[in-house]
């Protein structure tokens, strides 16, 4: 009897720390350590986040209990680089705790118009929101509303601005745009007019990217003057021959950097003008096509955004949030790439 006694006055004096730590009874304590029931999930939470950060020796319960309901909201296109993500994504479910439920909300531009009635109040209670979506109002209003429902909100691929967003998983895309200026500057074959061409300034992304590129040009390349297109790509191979087509009727080019796709529409007017492989050229997202035209000498630089580290930061984030992964991720941006002639694969980056 007397060996038993200290064990259990330690036992009791612990049970009591964690109480006041955690603002609970010692009744509720028990009931949560020893997995009794009959406790809050909000008092179950506290009690063993108590006794994590007192590093009681035993092994704690798990707080959550049912299904964590996560959304994940991406344009609903055929672009090459949201293939990817989309992919990407679908590989990252597969290694998900089965308790986790993500659900793939594809989202027009009609339905990013009525994204507050598209998100609303869904059958399920939703614990997070990862959205890839243009920085507009109605975006904004929608996603703080989301927010004061106590849902957690992660951005993906583009930031938006003016909310209480979690974590913005995509990378730094000022400094991709710095890092296309840096490039051109350095491979450019002559002095001249560097072209900007913008995908979708209604996507802040892009916006990035052209004054990334801008201010590292004006900073450190004073042979070299910046033309960026009034004209935005909106990703068509059309609308990238006609800028280029027309920058070039202007005079000669140094230099193109593009921040969407269309590439086929540029690599079509270098080649009418006879200038295809005479202008560096910049672009974005490891795509089959891209490594033909870096491997034909006609663009110089590919900046890929690594869709499946942007995806695994996303949910790294918000599982943390939710309480389903314990280790706090890195809060950084997602790091891009750079592909040239030297390291392009030769396997497809996109499934036939």
Same mark, same amino acid.
């Given at each position: 009897m007397s060996e038993e006694t200290p064990r259990w006055r330690k036992r009791t004096a612990r049970f009591v720390e964690i109480a006041e730590l955690a603002g609970v009874s010692t009744t509720t304590v028990d009931r949560v350590l020893n997995e009794r029931g009959s406790v809050s999930a909000k008092a179950r939470e506290r009690v063993v986040a108590a006794a994590r950060q007192l590093a009681v020796p035993r092994v704690l319960p798990d707080t959550l209990h049912g299904l964590v309901h996560i959304d994940v909201l991406l344009p609903?296109?055929?672009?090459?680089?949201?293939?990817?993500?989309?992919?990407?994504?679908?590989?990252?479910?597969?290694?998900?705790?089965?308790?986790?439920?993500?659900?793939?909300?594809?989202?027009?531009?009609?339905?990013?118009?009525? #994204?507050? &009635?598209?998100?609303?109040?869904? !059958?399920?209670?939703? %614990? $997070? *929101?990862?959205?890839?979506?243009?920085?507009?109002?109605?975006?904004?209003?929608?996603?703080?509303?989301?927010?004061?429902?106590?849902?957690?909100?992660?951005?993906?691929?583009?930031?938006?601005?003016?909310?209480?967003?979690?974590?913005?998983?995509?990378?730094?895309?000022?400094?991709?745009?710095?890092?296309?200026?840096?490039?051109?500057?350095?491979?450019?074959?002559?002095?001249?007019?560097?072209?900007?061409?913008?995908?979708?300034?209604?996507?802040?992304?892009?916006?990035?990217?052209?004054?990334?590129?801008?201010?590292?040009?004006?900073?450190?390349?004073?042979?070299?003057?910046?033309?960026?297109?009034?004209?935005?790509? #909106?990703? &068509?191979?059309?609308?990238?021959? !006609?800028?280029?087509? %027309? $920058? *070039?009727?202007?005079?000669?080019?140094?230099?193109?950097?593009?921040?969407?796709?269309?590439?086929?529409?540029?690599e079509a007017a270098l080649r009418q003008a006879g200038l295809a492989g005479q202008v560096t050229w910049i672009g974005h997202e490891m795509l089959d096509v891209h490594r033909q035209y870096i491997e034909a000498g006609i663009m110089d630089i590919v900046i890929d955004q690594d869709p499946d580290g942007q995806v695994i930061s996303a949910l790294q984030h918000v599982l943390h949030a939710c309480g389903v992964v314990e280790a706090a991720p890195a809060n950084e941006p997602v790091e891009f790439r750079v592909f040239c002639s030297a390291n392009v694969r030769h396997s497809p980056y996109l499934r036939p």
């Open positions: 609903a296109n055929d672009l090459p680089f949201f293939n990817r993500l989309r992919e990407a994504l679908q590989r990252s479910m597969q290694m998900l705790d089965r308790r986790v439920v993500v659900h793939r909300v594809l989202l027009s531009a009609a339905d990013e118009a009525r #994204l507050p &009635q598209t998100l609303g109040r869904p !059958r399920y209670r939703r %614990a $997070a *929101l990862i959205v890839t979506a243009q920085d507009t109002p109605d975006v904004r209003t929608a996603l703080a509303a989301a927010i004061a429902r106590g849902e957690v909100v992660a951005t993906m691929v583009t930031d938006i601005g003016g909310i209480e967003r979690l974590h913005y998983a995509g990378i730094d895309n000022l400094r991709a745009g710095r890092t296309a200026g840096y490039f051109i500057g350095r491979l450019a074959r002559h002095p001249g007019r560097v072209l900007l061409l913008p995908g979708r300034l209604d996507y802040r992304a892009h916006v990035d990217r052209v004054e990334g590129c801008r201010a590292q040009l004006s900073e450190n390349f004073g042979h070299l003057t910046c033309e960026i297109s009034s004209m935005e790509s #909106l990703d &068509q191979d059309d609308r990238c021959y !006609r800028v280029v087509s %027309a $920058a *070039l009727k202007r005079g000669t080019l140094a230099g193109i950097y593009s921040t969407g796709y269309g590439s086929a529409g540029i």
